[in-house]
């Protein structure tokens, strides 16, 4: 319970903060009263349609992707993984490549985010069908790693044979990932995968509680692998692929963050579901903030700033593993 309510506060803090930081010179305090009186004018409206999107889906995808690594974590029961091991962040991301390389974007103001919620959707029926339905855990990384490395290869092709150099570099500066220039329209979207996602991966608590015992402990306790493994799938999968299509390609917060939280929560899978949702919050509005305060005059990505800030925790985390044994 105090883990929950400092994590809580940590993402009310940070979400006021993200608020408050921007071009226009404003006063915290002003910026907050200019979003909550509704009032007419330029600082109502930005903090409205500009910063208050950016805010919420901030928060709403740092949590979903906190949540979906610590899914797959317990359920593979492998510390290294992370939403983007089933191979749906690579299949999103070869959509929405797609749709930069076809001009999609120009035509449609939503073509992007459609399209890569298409890939998302065709990548996990591939895992799916890859994996099988009596496939373990190990068939199931195995088809992702596979999906994961076509897709990433067919996107080096898109980008290989692009004769629009335009076109090319939004890819490359779009996969780095971003919350920049992100409406309500964008919040719209995703907001029904990741609820429905965390909603999917919020039911398999206890199953990923048992499943600690063991495979066949988790069974004699009438636990249904194939079950759990499929809402396990398809609840990351709606995540990642929500994520995707309005913010790119962003990594580490679903590998590191439930790596962080562990400790806290006696290894139990069910309470780091919820702990690392808040965690994931917690770093993505941090990060997104870093964006904004470090380069504000240069667009900074979040991929980049995420990479950067959860690769040193990781490498830590390897080398405290490392001083651990035996």
Not at 93 to 121: C, N, R, S, Y
Request: glycine share 12%; hydrophobic share 60%.
């Amino acid at each position: 319970m105090r883990l929950f309510l400092i994590l809580a506060t940590l993402v009310t803090v940070l979400f006021a903060v993200s608020l408050t930081i921007g071009p226009a010179e404003t006063g915290g305090l002003q910026s907050l009263a200019a979003l909550l009186t509704g009032s007419d004018g330029p600082l109502p409206m930005v903090m409205r349609e500009i910063r208050l999107p950016r805010a919420l889906l901030a928060a709403l995808i740092g949590g979903g992707l906190g949540m979906a690594g610590a899914a797959l974590q317990g359920y593979l029961r492998n510390p290294l993984a992370e939403p983007g091991l089933i191979g749906v962040s690579g299949s999103a991301a070869f959509g929405a490549v797609l749709a930069l390389q076809a001009g999609l974007t120009a035509t449609a103001t939503l073509g992007l985010p459609l399209a890569a919620l298409l890939g998302a959707v065709v990548g996990v029926f591939l895992v799916m069908g890859l994996a099988g339905a009596r496939g373990g855990s190990l068939t199931l990384i195995l088809a992702g790693i596979a999906i994961s490395a076509l897709a990433g290869a067919l996107t080096s092709l898109v980008l290989n044979l692009s004769p629009n150099p335009f076109a090319a570099n939004d890819i490359v500066f779009w996969m780095m990932g971003s919350l920049a220039d992100r409406s309500m329209t964008h919040l719209w979207l995703a907001l029904p995968f990741i609820v429905i996602g965390a909603g999917l991966l919020a039911s398999t608590a206890r199953g990923l509680d048992a499943l600690t015992l063991g495979e066949d402990a988790a069974e004699t306790l009438g636990l249904s692998l194939s079950r759990l493994r499929l809402l396990v799938v398809l609840g990351t999968a709606a995540i990642v692929g929500g994520a995707t299509a309005v913010a790119g390609s962003i990594g580490f917060v679903g590998l590191v963050v439930p790596h962080i939280l562990r400790p806290f929560v006696g290894a139990q899978p069910s309470r780091l579901l919820w702990a690392s949702a808040l965690g994931g919050a917690a770093l993505l509005l941090m990060a997104d903030i870093s964006v904004r305060v470090i380069l504000p005059d240069r667009d900074l990505k979040l991929g980049v700033v995420t990479a950067l800030i959860g690769a040193p925790l990781f490498l830590h985390l390897i080398f405290k593993t490392r001083r651990e044994l035996p």
